[in-house]
């Protein structure tokens, strides 16, 4: 699953998404994110050395960008009800 939104959660604020995530602000004033749910880090690995991400998706939005910040974790329980509005 990928999506590209203002940072936060669909229905959910920045700080209310920071706040169900037990995470602190690291933005820096960054204003949207690239969100990218895997299985496992292959599948990760795969969807970022994939035709859609180098080809298709970074082109489009290179011009766009002011710099890039990468956050990785791996989630216990992807389906967790903090998803419940991704």
Partial sequence: VASFRPYGMRNT???DTLAA????DKMDGYTHVLYVMCHDAAALKN??????????????????IQGILVFDT????PAADVFANY
């Avoid at 995530?21 to 602190?24: F, S, V």
């Avoid at 791996?74 to 329980?77: D, M, Q």
């Fill in 21 to 24: 995530l037990e995470w602190p």
């Fill in 13 to 15: 604020s920045k700080a």
């Fill in 74 to 77: 791996v989630l216990e329980n």
């Fill in 47 to 64: 969807y970022l050395h994939s035709d859609e991400h180098k080809v298709m998706w970074f082109p489009a939005v290179k011009p766009y």
